[in-house]
């Protein structure tokens, strides 16, 4: 049995985002660069480009198939959850730890916080901003309530984060663009449970005609409910600043925790390629690593 795997979900569209993902941890994951990896792909997608399926043998990547239910397609990031249960399945019986990532993450430096210590169960960064999320100093919502009720959330497991922006201090609710977890506590396929239950449950449709908002983070208001109800809040690890840092709100970061350079980091996030590079503008790179995304999304003409 592997120690951890990493795994990522792509479409036809970020194929070059999924190479570069898995290229970063092959190059500077340090002691992590060898990971099993995986890479889940819709089976109704189109084929895979030839040149596409040589770059992820070339890095040693497992392409896995998932399915997913039709009436979950209008939701816009319903796929990840379908995604990330089937990776879950996967690996179940082969690895430990499963670092679930969007393809939009580069890896800048070794990621040994994954290697979660004994007794926890799920690391993880909170949401970059509040949004429909729950301010903590004031009284649930009727959204919220609808998820806990569900869910089987106690009010008192809901404790207080503060987002990534530190625009409100919020009752937890986690950023499921970024998750390391124990395949064994099958986290990942009650995720998928709860939401292929909720997302058409007649309790939320209001929500959704209301505000699209709900729609297009339901997969994560879910993800947090279930991670309450199946966990205490010593099971959890929050990440540091330095894991799944958003490039693109760089300038919406409290100044003490903005990078100085890229290198400064562990994991990051950003919006396409042409954000990335933007972004290095105001976060530049060095050496190795700015040699390398030279390499990859042209860095000379900047």
Not at 105 to 133: D, K, M, Q, W
Not at 172 to 199: C, H, I, M
Request: proline share 6%; aromatic share 10%; glycine share 4%.
């Amino acid at each position: 049995m592997s120690i951890i795997t990493f795994a990522t979900m792509s479409t036809q569209n970020n194929l070059t985002r999924a190479i570069i993902l898995f290229d970063s941890l092959r190059t500077f994951g340090g002691e992590l660069a060898d990971s099993h990896c995986i890479m889940l792909i819709s089976e109704k997608g189109e084929p895979l480009p030839d040149k596409t399926r040589e770059q992820l043998s070339a890095l040693d990547v497992n392409l896995v198939h998932f399915d997913m239910d039709k009436g979950a397609l209008r939701f816009p990031l319903a796929s990840l959850v379908y995604a990330a249960a089937r990776a879950e399945q996967q690996v179940r019986d082969e690895t430990e730890i499963l670092v679930w990532m969007n393809e939009d993450t580069l890896i800048v430096n070794p990621p040994v916080g994954f290697l979660l210590e004994e007794g926890v169960n799920f690391a993880y960064r909170p949401v970059h901003h509040t949004r429909i999320g729950s301010v903590y100093d004031k009284p649930l919502d009727d959204f919220w309530s609808m998820i806990y009720q569900h869910c089987g959330v106690t009010g008192i497991n809901a404790f207080p984060m503060e987002t990534c922006t530190r625009d409100n201090v919020i009752r937890a609710y986690f950023n499921a663009g970024l998750l390391a977890v124990r395949p064994k506590q099958s986290l990942l396929a009650t995720w998928l449970d709860y939401f292929e239950r909720l997302y058409q449950h007649p309790d939320f449709i209001p929500f959704f005609k209301d505000d699209v908002l709900y729609m297009i983070f339901m997969h994560q208001a879910v993800l947090s409910g279930v991670v309450l109800s199946m966990f205490q809040k010593d099971e959890l690890l929050e990440l540091p600043e330095t894991f799944n840092y958003p490039l693109h709100l760089h300038q919406e970061y409290p100044i003490e925790y903005q990078p100085q350079e890229l290198n400064n980091l562990i994991t990051c996030r950003y919006e396409g390629i042409e954000d990335l590079r933007n972004s290095l503008k105001a976060i530049p790179a060095e050496e190795p690593l700015k040699s390398w995304l030279d390499e990859r999304i042209g860095l000379t003409d900047m």
